[in-house]
């Protein structure tokens, strides 16, 4: 199943939930908590998230 992105203008995720974002310059995955998105590096001020999508499922692995 083909995920898309999704506007932050249509939509947030749930508070506390990791997904993949993008902005003008950026490109990582992200805890959303509180209305804001926090990433492993601090986010530059002038960086927007436009668009975001949960992460998908891990494979399955055999051990």
Known sequence: M???WISVKD?????LESVL???NYIR???L?????FYSDFKLPESE???H???LPD???CIL
């Open 2 to 4: 083909k995920q898309e």
């Open 11 to 15: 939509r947030l995720p749930k508070n």
């Open 21 to 23: 974002v993008v902005g």
């Open 28 to 30: 990582a995955t992200a």
């Open 32 to 36: 959303f908590q509180d209305g804001k």
């Open 48 to 50: 927007n998230v436009t």
């Open 52 to 54: 975001w999508m949960p």
């Open 58 to 60: 891990p494979p399955n």
